[in-house]
């Protein structure tokens, strides 16, 4: 792969002891067999360290204590850290893109017109004030015509097609149990809070209190009286509490075989009578369909109650509040800036973020595959996606090693996890074919710009129901610093714009890539085979593959793991939910040992070793995976994120995993029961 190893000349001298009890270097080097750089020449940052801190107590402190200290949260952020710091680097190359584009200096082609189209409407707030709510007015009309059950599914059709996801959800996924096709799913969803835990916990009852303020804030602004804004407020509150409390929480939703709950259209009547589900799918342009997963039966039969049971004056107050609440960016300033007031409320931000961020974020979500065609071509040069395809062969072949050295599983087991191991594919960079956006876009109307944008994408899922399953198609944009592993198609997509420091970089050491980058690709391929991903076998269908012995001993590591992250404590009495973070956790540590096997095989035979300001290579690749994380959140943001989030926070995905990995108190010569070196280990992989 790419970012050999430096060869640099110099005198071989290592440093001692690491202040606070890790020690870097595990011997005293020859001349003959190591090089002297700096962190900085291998990728990584010494100004990010803190040396005072104890590696073997808190290595995420010693890694990023310096960052920490030099870096506040944004004033526009709610959380701040590495994966924001690309995020911006790769917004202000997509800011000259799109400002290039609305002045015409892009080329005359079609797509960037589009783009500049699309981004100028955004801009143009003189244009959004004139327009008030003229682009929303037909949508607003048809729920004003809500009056019973028939009239209020007409609306919830016109509502969906434009993607304000009111009462419940519903589009195309793979089938469980045949991911070959596409089926229809339908599932719970309306709620205006971030999880139904806020209706209830007393943890979130400021937060009702001030979206309650919000929703009559927000009907003041449509011209109702106090006395009239304050009954509506009340009413989309009653509807969402309802909802909310048939909604599963979200460890509950984990159980994927409790989500899989195939209906054809006669059984969807009977269990929802009140909903008219032929008109619908007939609304919705996709009318035939013999099979739809209802994800949560209960909640459709709470739901098809209040059809009935919720007064249509209620049903009205609960659209319009989510069609205004969703469109706020596009109505006049008063609307986003009320949608603004609440979001501080909600998660401590101070400052609204600058409208041309805003704009870039708006014309990637309608036009995502348009936009990554411009930044491929200015960020990410030809030879960077075939290293990176090197890094996955490394650890998808390092993931097979380990799974032959398992002491706990059978060799039936492990030659069906090297079956779907071996048929993981990678989607990498960016992809080979983009897609067309037939839908008009104008400079001067940016809300029916946005629906159309929504439209467009909303049906172009939902009419795959019935169709098809495509393993190949991209879940993300080329330009998100992110990456994912998809069950249904047992493949891992690995974005363009996360192949950047400090994950990545074509002239960084072998250990700080595989430590960074290489532990994000060793996580993605153990999702296949985490708590969840386990679950389905090499073709992507939901199928028991293990022997059932393997399969409870598989359990009972995962219950370790789900033991040992709840003790760890985030705010003041507030812990990581180790049930609802568990398969992240179990791929967050099975991706770190991955990625060192492969970094160890890389460098295997090398005549030289790189110590860095006296950092080994294995002190190095732990250094790249703790400093790729390095973030700080608002305590409003950590609070939501223990209930929302199925990652732990960084801090605890650095010193979590690694106080799990042997090799890395061996490292840092950690004694026995550090807290970085515990006498209790909980790894599966």
Excluded at 287 to 292: E, G, I, L, S, T
Excluded at 326 to 355: H, I, N, T, Y
Aim: glycine share 10%.
């Amino acid at each position: 792969m790419s970012g050999s190893r430096l060869l640099i000349a110099a005198t071989a001298t290592l440093l001692a002891a690491c202040p606070g009890g890790g020690k870097e270097g595990a011997k005293t080097p020859q001349p003959d067999d190591t090089v002297q750089v700096s962190l900085e020449e291998v990728g990584l940052e010494s100004a990010s360290l803190d040396r005072s801190a104890d590696a073997c107590t808190d290595f995420y402190q010693f890694a990023c204590g310096g960052w920490l200290a030099a870096n506040e949260i944004p004033a526009d952020r709610a959380r701040w850290g590495r994966f924001g710091e690309v995020d911006d680097r790769n917004e202000a190359a997509l800011h000259e893109i799109l400002e290039d584009a609305r002045a015409g200096k892009g080329g005359d082609g079609p797509v960037m017109a589009q783009l500049g189209a699309f981004y100028g409407s955004c801009m143009d707030e003189a244009g959004i004030e004139k327009a008030g709510l003229s682009g929303i007015q037909p949508l607003l009309d048809k729920i004003a015509k809500v009056k019973d059950a028939r009239s209020l599914g007409a609306a919830l059709i016109d509502l969906h097609n434009v993607g304000v996801g009111v009462a419940f959800g519903a589009g195309s996924e793979g089938d469980f149990a045949d991911s070959s096709k596409n089926v229809l799913w339908v599932d719970s969803g309306g709620l205006g809070l971030p999880d139904r835990d806020y209706y209830f916990k007393e943890d979130f009852k400021t937060k009702v209190d001030a979206y309650r303020e919000h929703l009559v804030n927000v009907f003041a602004l449509l011209g109702r009286d106090a006395k009239k804004a304050a009954a509506a407020a009340e009413n989309v509150l009653s509807i969402e509490q309802q909802l909310a409390e048939a909604t599963k929480t979200g460890v509950e939703r984990r159980d994927l075989p409790k989500l899989y709950n195939p209906h054809d259209l006669a059984g969807l009547a009977k269990l929802t009578p009140k909903i008219d589900w032929t008109a619908y799918l007939t609304g919705r342009g996709n009318a035939d369909q013999p099979k739809v997963i209802v994800t949560t039966p209960g909640y459709f039969s709470k739901l098809d109650e209040m059809f009935v049971k919720v007064k249509p004056a209620a049903w009205q107050d609960y659209l319009t509040y989510h069609l205004v609440e969703d469109m706020s960016f596009a109505l006049p300033k008063k609307f986003d800036d009320e949608a603004f007031a609440f979001e501080q409320k909600l998660s401590g931000v101070e400052k609204q973020r600058e409208r041309w961020k805003r704009c870039v974020d708006a014309t990637g979500f309608a036009l995502n595959e348009a936009l990554a065609q411009p930044y491929i071509d200015k960020m990410f040069p030809g030879t960077s996606k075939q290293a990176a395809i090197e890094t996955v062969t490394s650890i998808a072949r390092a993931f097979a090693g380990e799974i032959d050295k398992l002491d706990w599983m059978s060799a039936e087991t492990k030659a069906a996890a090297k079956v779907k191991l071996g048929k993981i594919s990678g989607l990498i960079g960016y992809p080979d074919s983009f897609r067309t956006y037939d839908f008009a876009v104008t400079p001067d109307n940016f809300a029916a710009n946005t629906l159309a944008g929504t439209a467009f994408e909303t049906r172009r899922q939902f009419l795959k129901a019935g169709k098809p399953y495509d393993k190949n198609e991209w879940l993300m944009p080329a330009y998100i610093v992110n990456a994912y592993y998809n069950p249904l198609a047992n493949n891992t997509g690995l974005p363009a714009g996360i192949l950047q420091p400090p994950f990545w970089g074509k002239d960084r050491g072998v250990a700080a890539n595989l430590g960074g980058i290489g532990m994000v690709v060793g996580h993605e391929l153990t999702h296949g085979f985490d708590d969840q991903g386990a679950q389905f076998d090499a073709e992507g269908n939901m199928k028991m593959w293990w022997q059932p012995s393997d399969f409870e001993k598989f359990k009972a590591k995962g219950q370790c793991v789900a033991d040992q992250y709840s003790t760890f404590e985030v705010l003041p009495g507030k812990f990581v939910n180790g049930p609802l973070t568990l398969g992240e956790n179990i791929a967050d540590i099975g991706g770190i040992k991955m990625a060192f096997r492969a970094y160890r095989s890389v460098r295997e035979g090398a005549p030289r070793r790189t110590v860095a300001d006296g950092f080994t290579e294995d002190q190095q690749f732990f250094l790249a995976v703790a400093q790729a994380w390095c973030s700080k959140d608002r305590d409003e943001e950590a609070l939501s994120r223990l209930t929302t989030d199925v990652h732990s926070p960084p801090g605890w995905r650095v010193n979590g995993s690694l106080r799990n990995t042997p090799e890395f108190a061996e490292a840092f010569q950690c004694q026995a029961g550090a807290k970085m070196a515990p006498a209790k280990r909980c790894s599966v992989w």
